[in-house]
Each structure stands twice: as C-alpha cells, then as structure tokens.
C-alpha cells in the first residue's frame, strides 16, 4: 500500500474539491480509504489523490456520486483505466 503524505486539506486543494466533500464521499462511498496518522489526521497517498479526480472528474459530467464511486473501485489496482480504443484519424488525404 502506498504511503499516505497529503492532509486533508491539501488532498481537497489538488483535487479541486472541499474537504467536507472528502469526508462525505469517504463515510458514504468507501472513495478514498486513506491511512490515518497516530493523531487520525487523515493521509492522502498519490493514489487516493488519483482515485479523488477521477472520482471528481466523473461527478462533475453528471453521474451520480454512488456510480462514480463504483467506477473508481472498478479501476482500483490499474494502472491506467480501460478506454475506448482509439479510432485512426482522417486527415483528408
């Protein structure tokens, strides 16, 4: 598992979110499940950060915050999540 380095509130700033908003999505989805220090600060790995602007990312284009969550567990262990494959490109020629 990966060492956990940002606090909350750095956590929020580099995902573009609140950190009343990762409490929420922590408590209700199980998104992200950080380490907590010996003081229960809560500690933000690099990917509880990626999994968060995912999480982020997918709510915010209007998909409900359960489904993102289920996504984002989805991917969890990917290093990259699945993707359309990629079509060729027409340049007209």
Known sequence: MEEGKYRIRVAAEMTGTTAPQLRVWEKRYGIPNPLRS????????????????????????????????????????MSRSPTAPSLPIHTGV
């Open 38 to 77: 010996s003081s229960r600060y809560r500690l933000y790995s690099d990917q509880d950060v990626r999994e968060l602007k995912r999480m982020r990312e997918l709510v915010s284009q209007g998909m409900p915050p359960s489904e993102a969550a289920r996504r984002v567990k989805e991917t969890r262990g």
